[in-house]
């Protein structure tokens, strides 16, 4: 159908009809120009409505005029780009002009569309702005072309072959990656400059010829000849040289392939070498078809599998395979025929005499000549030697990371070649700050001399046990530790470095001295009770003996026996805990009974070292699922250790509340108080806080002990406070209460 358009009004006023003939001609003009146009030429008001639309818009779009004129331009606009379309208005008010806007638009058929847009203003006779004409063309096709043409480039970037174009002077115009691969000249190096650049001096009549060929339009097909690289160095080539021509169909050029056949050529003694290298290896070699059936078998699967190469060609490859893996091998065809490969893939195969085979196998896809999938190559190694020491290493690599002990090993040098957990638990340094650094980093300066010494008798071979000796922390805190020190040699047997296992025999040490010193303050408290012991057996064996001088030697000889009793039961009850032997005669008991039977038994105590002794119960009762012997137990030894760690004339409180569901006791003086440092072994056998043989009740460093071990036998917890030495001590216990008893 022929263009409609719009026919906005025109002012003609005071024109003549001569003016008017050549308006109208022009008009026509104008409108055969719009009508016969490929592009679409749309006109529509401020408002988006159009007011023309020519066959080129219908061609475009698919709508005839009569189904646009008067309606939205955005009926041919997707809905995500109507605002796309207001930006657009906006512009053309302002009387700016939009060239070569590229864009998206519908079609009747509700396909897309992309389009290039030039839109402009149109103004009346005043040159106000009342409308914009658009012009949209179709660059689709371009699109296609451009990404066919970035194919086509891509292809020749990527070829492995060599790929040139040249004018047909000779002249290089395009040189791939493969040609500078083949050749050695860079694009910007050979681009421009003669053909025969690489064609060898003899062979310059040969290009000549060549080029007369591609004039008269002639193509050469696999053409072998020798070119030149850039190192002098000659390539043997099979050439495809074709005629370029251009869009009239004249030659302007050639475009040449070049095939390196050098490698062809030597593809027979390749092949031969090949052969050579799968009869010799140390690994079985196997090739098979896509069914699974062999069709080679090199020596070292005879070796391995122990099936000749005749008994095994012909047959399934399931022969080697045990029942319960068949399955595998379905997994493994299915990825050959996919054209994929399979690296170290770890199984088990069977031998001819039924011994399993740990092997790891790579299978690569087998390809004819066309590239298809034929069957596949599969190469085991027989790694039952190898998982063997990997599990093997791995347990020692296990062992030497779970270690309690520093297990660190060092070159002949003394550097830091490996550092475990222990080594960081002991030392205080990560594997990260110590691992290549010098091992004189944990010596102190005096005792360097002993490093020199023992990495000389490591050089001679010799090992180097439980040397005692002193190493020093990251903090600078000194250890006392045992060191085991051995050779490590290589696969020839040669010293190459030294491992090294330092116990931090440090609280050992402490234990011993605690040890030593308990001894001593238990033979000092078991031979004090023996004077007085003494002098009262001599008063009862004197004539003449007084009733009053027979009761004090009585009372000597109660007291004594009953301080020698407490520090047999004190024993006793260590010897139990150690034994796991202690046992707990539990009852519903009230705590206030249990505190002043404590505080009768050490009133004594207090009274000899003149101690005011301040005791205040909580207001309510409070009653404990306890064995009432234990809870005295813990009460007199905290009443006893703060007497003894308190000077004569102090004072000291024992106190009790009810917390929540808790009974909580706390003992206080204002004795010799502790320092941080000892807070973590308070509660551990034999400590003092320092030596107490000279103490008329020094004890022997076991009580706390006792009243953590009872504590939490009770489920309760023990706590120990000071604000340092001088300063007092308080003891916090705190333990589950128990309903009070039925009436």
């Known amino acids: ?106 079609r009747k058929d509700g396909s897309r569309v992309s389009v290039s847009l030039t839109v402009s203003p149109i103004r009346d006779d005043s040159g106000a702005v009342v409308g914009a004409s658009k012009i949209a063309r179709d660059i689709g096709g371009l699109r296609e072309r451009e990404r066919a043409h ?49 064609v060898p001096p003899e062979l310059h009549d040969e290009e000549h010829q060549i080029l007369r060929r591609l004039r008269a339009g002639e193509r050469i097909d696999h053409f072998r000849t020798q070119r030149l690289a850039k190192d002098g160095r000659r390539v043997d080539v099979a050439l495809t040289i074709s005629p370029i021509r251009d869009g009239s169909g004249a030659i302007v050029g050639a475009s040449k392939v070049a095939r390196d056949v050098s490698r062809e050529r030597d593809a027979e003694r390749t092949r031969a070498i090949l052969a050579a290298v799968v009869q010799s290896s140390d690994d079985a070699i196997v090739s098979k078809d ?48 996919a054209g994929r ?19 790891s196998l790579t299978v690569s896809p087998l390809r004819d000549g066309t590239g298809r999938v034929v069957g596949a190559s599969k190469v085991a190694r027989d790694v039952t030697q190898q998982r063997e020491s990997d599990r093997a290493r791995g347990m020692l690599a296990a062992i030497v990371e779970s270690s309690h002990d520093a297990i660190v090993s060092k070159n002949l040098s003394g550097m830091v070649t490996s550092w475990n957990r222990g080594a960081e638990r002991v030392f205080g340094y990560t594997a990260e700050e110590m691992v290549g650094s010098s091992i004189l980093r944990l010596i102190p300066p005096e005792l360097q001399a002993e490093e020199y010494g023992i990495l000389a008798r490591i050089r001679a071979g010799e090992r180097v046990e439980h040397f005692d000796t002193v190493r020093v922390a990251k903090g600078g805190r000194r250890i006392d530790v045992s060191i085991t020190v051995s050779p490590v040699r290589d696969a020839g047997g040669n010293v190459v470095g030294a491992s090294k296992i330092a116990r931090d025999v440090t609280e050992i040490r402490e ?11 238990l033979a000092h408290e078991l031979r004090n009770p023996l004077a007085p012991v003494r002098y009262a057996i001599a008063m009862l064996r004197q004539e003449g003996v007084s009733a009053e001088q027979r009761q004090r030697s009585e009372a000597i000889l109660e007291r004594q026996a009953d301080h020698m009793a407490r520090l047999l039961d004190d024993l006793l009850d260590v010897s139990r805990i150690a034994t796991g032997k ?30 005011r002794l301040e005791v205040r119960l909580a207001d309510v009762p409070m009653w404990l699922d306890a064995d009432p012997v234990r809870i005295s137990q813990i009460l007199v030894n905290l009443l006893t250790n703060a007497a003894k760690y308190t000077d004569p004339g102090g004072w000291i409180q024992l106190i009790t509340a009810r917390e929540e569901d808790e009974a909580v006791i706390r003992v206080k003086d204002n004795g010799m108080g502790f320092a941080p440092e000892m807070k973590g072994r308070l509660f551990t056998l034999f400590t003092q806080l320092e030596p107490v043989l000279n103490r008329s009740a020094g004890g022997l460093g076991i009580g706390l002990a006792l009243v953590r071990e009872f504590v939490q036998r009770h489920g309760g917890t023990v706590e120990a406070h000071s604000e340092g030495q001088g300063k007092g001590s308080e003891f916090t216990v705190r333990l589950p209460c128990a309903a009070a008893p039925p009436r």
Do not use: C
């Open 1 to 106: 159908m022929g263009p409609i358009l719009g026919n906005p009004e025109s002012a003609r006023h005071g024109t003549t009809a001569s003016a008017e003939a050549r308006e109208e001609r022009g008009e026509g003009l104008l409108v055969a120009i719009v009508s016969s146009s490929d592009d679409a030429i749309i006109s529509k008001d401020l408002n988006g409505i159009v007011t023309s639309w020519n066959p080129g818009a219908e061609r475009l779009f698919g709508f005839d005029a009569e189904d646009m004129l008067g309606t939205s331009v955005l009926r041919i606009i997707p809905s995500e780009l109507h605002e796309e379309e207001m930006r657009i208005l906006a512009l053309v008010r302002a009387g700016q002009r939009i060239e070569h806007y590229e864009t998206v638009r519908m």
């Open 150 to 198: 970035a194919v086509l480039a891509a292809i020749v970037e990527s070829s492995d072959d060599a790929i040139i174009s040249k004018s047909l002077d000779g002249t290089i115009t395009s040189w791939n990656k493969a040609a500078e691969r083949l050749y050695g000249w860079k694009p910007a190096e050979i681009v421009g400059r003669s053909v025969l650049t690489i």
């Open 511 to 521: 234990a011993q001295r605690r040890k030593d010193e308990f001894l001593a303050i």
């Open 341 to 359: 490969r399979m690296e170290h893939y770890e199984t088990v195969r069977v031998a001819k005499d039924g011994q399993r085979v740990h092997v």
């Open 290 to 337: 896509l069914r699974g059936i062999v069709m080679s078998w090199n020596p070292a699967a005879e070796r391995m599998f122990g099936w000749k190469s005749e008994e095994m060609i012909g047959r399934s490859i399931l022969t080697i395979i045990p029942p319960e893996l068949r399955h595998e091998e379905d997994t493994i065809l299915g990825n050959v025929r």
């Open 582 to 611: 202690v046992d707990l005669k539990k009852a519903r008991v009230e705590l206030r009974p249990l505190v002043q039977n404590a505080v009768d038994a050490v009133r004594v105590v207090m009274d000899e070292k003149r101690h």
